[in-house]
């Protein structure tokens, strides 16, 4: 039986309103981008990954990642490092903030993470990462879940050996991307490591990894038995992709539409981080939005030139009048934001 993308779910107590989960991503997951990706149709977001180490430090640019908003709920925060016991004080800030879940991560390869036990690494160290799950679940009141690569090396079944065990250990959801850590992001997800996880656990699986459109969405769910698929890179710059796997809308949005969508991130952006640090962090936006043929190449360029994000706005807008409206109409449907922001000391989670 075929499940319905639009369907809810559960992790633990908590319930989800779609199949769709959008990706933690690193510099790309901030706020603006989680309420967007809910207002399209994901039905729980995640935070990039924080540092626990950081948290546990209280650095203020990553005590800044627990700024959540009442309209992005279900939220994961994803954390990351290597020692049990710190984890399990990030995980308790992060239950403080406000996170519906508190998600580890098991998966990323990047080598400044990996050289420090933490990441993909953790996966040929089972007695680690279970006792890093157990401090967390012990910790925390909400939903623990891991986030899997396959493993380091190419071919590996790591993440099969390591999940039930993880799962044992209080892991109450687990997400496979079915890369190995070696591979990064080339080559395809070998999705039938996928099926076997879900075979061999008794909790939610979610599928990551070449979730690109509706059809695969929907081939993932059918052929997998996955409670659920993660949407990464196809999102970035582009939430029409998970409108589409959403059922929410279908082809290329208008160049209005373009114009209108990155303006608002734009501002979220900057409200969110900060005008200065919103300008840097922005311009690789520029092309996700603008690229699929939707602007000539030399557009992207000549806003990464710009100096300030106002002088974006009317260079966009000058291209794109119609967006003036269209905006309009976008801001109009957001909720106030007084009827955002948790009931939180947030001043020391400003995103500094």
Known sequence: MSVDIQSSWRIGPVEIPSRIVLAPMA??????????????????????????????????RTLGYLRIGRDETPLAVQIFGSEPQVMAEAARMVEDAGADMVDINF????????KTGAGATLLEEPD????????????????????????????????????????????????????????MYTGTADHSLTTELVRLVGVPVIASGDVTSRTRAQQLL???????????????????????????NDGEPSREEVV????????????ELGPDRATGFLK???????????????????LV??????????????????????????E?????????????????YGGG
């Not at 997951?29 to 209280?58: D, T």
């Not at 690789?284 to 000549?302: A, S």
């Open 27 to 60: 510099g790309v997951s901030v706020q603006a981008f989680r309420r967007q990706g809910r207002r399209f149709g994901a039905g729980l977001v995640c935070s990039e990954m924080v540092s626990c180490a950081g948290l546990s430090h209280g650095n203020e």
């Open 107 to 114: 998966g990323c390869p990047v080598r400044k993470v990996t």
């Open 128 to 183: 680690r990462a279970c006792r890093i799950v157990e401090a967390v679940a012990a910790a925390v009141d909400v939903p623990v879940t891991v986030k899997m690569r396959r493993g380091l090396s190419d071919g590996s079944r790591a993440a099969l050996a390591v999940g039930p065990q993880l799962v044992e250990a209080g892991a109450a959801a687990l997400t496979l991307h079915p890369r190995s850590a070696k591979q």
């Open 222 to 248: 059918d052929e997998t038995g996955c409670a659920a698929v993660m949407v990464g890179r196809a999102a970035q710059g582009n939430p029409w992709a998970v409108g589409e796997i959403a059922g929410a």
């Open 305 to 330: 030139q710009l100096a300030t994000l106002t002088e974006v706005e009317e260079r966009l807008f000058a291209a794109a009048p119609g967006a003036m409206s269209a905006l309009a109409r976008l």
């Open 332 to 348: 109009g449907e957001l909720p106030a934001e007084d009827d955002v922001l948790l009931d939180l000391p947030i001043s020391i």
């Open 260 to 271: 209108a969508e990155l303006v608002l991130f734009m501002r979220a952006t900057a409200h």
């Open 284 to 302: 690789k936006f520029y092309g996700w939005y603008l690229g699929r043929g939707r602007f000539p190449k030399p557009f992207k360029q000549e």
